[in-house]
């Protein structure tokens, strides 16, 4: 108590010590507020913007693989960023275009957003390795309590992205799974064992060790897991194969060690056939299960329809021609379709199998116009998937004429059976030009069964004893086929009289190779009979790609048998969209009982896969350049590769004959 009764005083070097503590307390009150509330904003908005990046640079490479614009993959890019991030005005965005030789990476860069984002894309062409989007995204941060801990910079936030779509690593040219030679382990996963030159277009992609006794070049990438270099390799320039320096847009392939090819695990095709005997005199064969091995062996053909074909003991063709492509009788010079075409397709390896026709005046009631009228042929057949019908119909044959004179003549239309063909379409030109136009005036069909067991030496001939066992059929055209108001018009429908024929056939590959078939394109244009036709689910023609490609084959061989292709036989086969372009499957030890075999790749003239030879836990040996007579494939990809012999051209194009293609994927 002090002298007058009252407390006593604090000493006065207490005084004040509150005002510094609550001045300390509020600093952290502040700090922590501006943590609790500024942090977490600049989270959540550091957060939407990279959601929102990484979805545009993903929508960027899956827009440029669906539709091939730059353009429309970048516009893409900014629609999805500003929907994510929802913006929704339209910012203004200068410079859309593809990479170009002075702009390669190609720099976007978008503003006006009402709330100040910017919008930057960088868009990279790569060659074999596709294309880079990567998009980077930055908006200021407006703080709350923040603020008063800082001199008044608003900071920044970003957020960056990238995207790889079409590389050609994840559906290379040719693959092998083997890691052989690397860590130890003996051998190589790709071998050639001849001095010659390998020949690649796509990227070769190991998982063990690649061994050239000759050379090898690449037009892509190469990937060998534990090489930094593969002696004898030469990349050239990605797409023109040009060799180095390159010249926009090409851009020189490259080889790359450290990456393990896997196993993409293709799952097997659904055998939808029965039980069916070995191949005989018939020249159609059916799909479904086949025990014994084929063991084709006497220099005869056999048409394939579509489907699987489940060869259980393996599949060896040691003389035969196989295949599931439909050609016209008496196919044309693919530059004057007056003149036959020097090497017949079904006319191969002492296999005599090409139809003819024959176009005659002859006596008849209602009369055919006068005047010189031109025709050509078509081949037609119905192939079945999932239980619907598929039109399928050949190229056109070479022109014929017949010239009327007067009154009570006919035309005659003699065919000799092409292998395949259910009917013919008889197209007409009333103008008796071979130039056309032509329409469609009548159907002949196939009447009896054509076999293979008397065609050497006879077909295609008409009338000598013996026949030709593909047999021959004919029809007579008269004035009700032929008299007005018959005119061709393209804007009719195919299939429908007066409707016009498909494309013609394309050069040869190469001299001595037969005819190319007509190149995708809008029907009723382009082909409609094999690998570049497409149709829809209804069966309708469509533009490619589509989702049915009828006539498509797949041989399927289990675990126990093999195939045997060697020199002596021949087989051109295409696949489809239906069994995502895989021609040939063995399964691997994904979907047990894996088949591990040999198999043997030749052929005696020239033989073609059209798809992907898919045998992940077995080993193919090319033993003859021919085995692929450079019609573009989907690819190869196999537990190890030999090549042998003189050295193949492997030209893949997995774009439009490959499994689907994986989306595009974050790099970064």
């Known amino acids: 108590?002090?002298?007058?009764?009252?407390?006593?005083?604090?000493?006065?070097?207490?005084?004040?010590?509150?005002?510094?503590?609550?001045?300390?307390?509020?600093?952290?009150?502040?700090?922590?507020?501006?943590?609790?509330?500024?942090?977490?904003?600049?989270?959540?908005?550091?957060?939407?913007?990279?959601?929102?990046?990484?979805?545009?640079?993903?929508?960027?490479?899956?827009?440029?693989?669906?539709t091939g614009s730059y353009i429309l993959a970048e516009q893409a890019a900014t629609a999805s960023f500003g929907t994510n991030v929802r913006l929704y005005n339209a910012p203004s965005c200068p410079g859309y275009a593809a990479p170009d030789a002075t702009h390669n990476p190609r720099t976007i860069t978008c503003t006006g957003y009402a709330d100040g984002t910017v919008l930057t894309q960088i868009v990279t062409a790569l060659g074999p390795a596709g294309t880079q989007f990567t998009i980077t995204a930055s908006r200021s941060l407006a703080l709350a309590f923040a603020r008063i801990l800082t001199n008044g910079t608003i900071?920044?936030?970003?957020?960056?992205?990238?995207?790889?779509?079409?590389?050609?690593?994840?559906?290379?040219?040719?693959?092998?799974?083997?890691?052989?030679?690397?860590?130890?382990?003996?051998?190589?996963?790709?071998?050639?064992?001849?001095?010659?030159?390998?020949?690649?277009?796509?990227?070769?992609?190991?998982?063990?060790?690649?061994?050239?006794?000759?050379?090898?070049?690449?037009?892509?990438?190469?990937?060998?897991?534990?090489?930094?270099?593969?002696?004898?390799?030469?990349?050239?320039?990605?797409?023109?194969?040009?060799?180095t320096p390159c010249t926009f847009p090409d851009v020189a392939g490259t080889t790359k060690p450290g990456y393990n090819f896997v196993d993409p695990r293709y799952p097997p095709p659904p055998i939808l056939g029965g039980a069916q005997s070995a191949p005989g005199t018939n020249v159609i064969l059916t799909p479904g299960i086949y025990t014994p091995d084929p063991l084709f062996t006497t220099h005869v053909c056999y048409f394939l329809p579509g489907g699987v074909y489940d060869w259980q003991a393996g599949y060896t063709n040691n003389s035969d021609f196989v295949s599931n492509e439909l050609k016209p009788p008496d196919e044309p010079n693919y530059a004057n379709n007056t003149q036959l075409a020097?090497?017949?397709?079904?006319?191969?390896?002492?296999?005599?199998?090409?139809?003819?026709?024959?176009?005659?005046?002859?006596?008849?009631?209602?009369?055919?116009?006068?005047?010189?009228?031109?025709?050509?042929?078509?081949?037609?057949?119905?192939?079945?998937?999932?239980?619907?019908?598929?039109?399928?119909?050949?190229?056109?044959?070479?022109?014929?004429?017949?010239?009327?004179?007067?009154?009570?003549?006919?035309?005659?239309?003699?065919?000799?059976?092409?292998?395949?063909?259910?009917?013919?379409?008889?197209?007409?030109g009333p103008s008796g030009s071979c130039s056309g136009p032509f329409g469609l005036a009548k159907t002949l069909t196939v009447a009896g069964t054509p076999l293979n067991n008397n065609t050497i030496g006879y077909c295609p001939d008409f009338s000598s004893s013996p026949l030709c066992s593909l047999g021959n059929e004919?029809?007579?055209?008269?004035?009700?086929?032929?008299?007005?108001?018959?005119?061709?018009?393209?804007?009719?429908?195919?299939?429908?009289?007066?409707?016009?024929?498909?494309?013609?056939?394309?050069?040869?590959?190469?001299?001595?190779?037969?005819?190319?078939?007509?190149?995708?394109?809008?029907?009723?244009?382009?082909?409609?009979a094999n690998e570049n036709q497409?149709?829809?689910?209804?069966?309708?023609?469509?533009?490619?790609?589509?989702?049915?490609?009828?006539?498509?084959?797949?041989?399927?061989?289990?675990?126990?048998?093999?195939?045997?292709?060697?020199?002596g036989g021949d087989n051109v086969i295409f696949s489809g969209y239906q069994y995502d372009w895989i021609v040939l499957y063995e399964p691997g030890a994904a979907y047990p009982p894996a088949n591990t075999c040999g198999n043997s790749l030749g052929a005696a003239t020239d033989s073609a896969f059209i798809g992907l030879i898919y045998t992940p836990a077995a080993s193919i040996s090319v033993v003859k350049a021919t085995a692929f007579r450079t019609d573009e494939t989907g690819g190869v990809i196999a537990y190890t590769l030999s090549f042998g012999g003189q050295l193949p051209t492997i030209i893949g194009d997995p774009a439009d004959y490959g499994p689907v293609p994986p989306g595009s994927r974050l790099t970064g």
Request: charged share 10%.
């Open 155 to 243: 900071p920044r936030l970003s957020a960056v992205a990238s995207s790889g779509v079409n590389n050609l690593l994840y559906r290379p040219t040719i693959a092998a799974l083997s890691q052989a030679g690397c860590g130890g382990m003996a051998g190589n996963a790709i071998t050639t064992t001849t001095s010659a030159t390998l020949s690649v277009v796509g990227d070769v992609v190991s998982s063990g060790t690649i061994s050239l006794a000759g050379s090898a070049l690449v037009t892509g990438d190469v990937y060998a897991r534990c090489q930094s270099s593969v002696p004898g390799v030469t990349t050239l320039c990605y797409p023109s194969g040009l060799a």
């Open 342 to 428: 020097g090497h017949q397709f079904w006319n191969t390896n002492s296999v005599n199998c090409a139809g003819s026709a024959q176009v005659t005046v002859i006596s008849g009631p209602k009369d055919v116009p006068v005047g010189t009228w031109s025709f050509v042929l078509t081949s037609t057949r119905t192939a079945m998937y999932g239980g619907l019908s598929y039109v399928r119909e050949s190229a056109p044959s070479i022109c014929y004429t017949a010239k009327i004179t007067g009154s009570s003549q006919n035309v005659r239309v003699v065919v000799s059976n092409v292998p395949g063909a259910s009917a013919y379409n008889i197209y007409a």
């Open 1 to 66: 108590m002090g002298p007058r009764g009252g407390l006593l005083s604090p000493p006065r070097f207490q005084r004040g010590q509150a005002i510094v503590l609550i001045a300390i307390m509020l600093a952290v009150v502040v700090g922590m507020a501006a943590l609790a509330i500024d942090g977490s904003r600049a989270y959540a908005l550091r957060r939407d913007l990279q959601a929102a990046v990484d979805a545009a640079a993903l929508a960027a490479g899956d827009n440029l693989q669906q």
């Open 534 to 567: 497409c149709d829809t689910t209804g069966g309708a023609l469509t533009a490619c790609p589509g989702p049915i490609t009828p006539g498509a084959v797949v041989s399927y061989i289990p675990s126990g048998g093999c195939l045997n292709d060697t020199s």
């Open 474 to 528: 004919s029809i007579t055209l008269d004035g009700s086929d032929l008299a007005s108001p018959f005119a061709p018009n393209i804007s009719i429908a195919p299939g429908f009289i007066d409707s016009y024929p498909p494309d013609g056939e394309t050069a040869p590959l190469r001299q001595n190779l037969p005819n190319e078939n007509a190149n995708r394109a809008a029907p009723p244009h382009g082909d409609r």
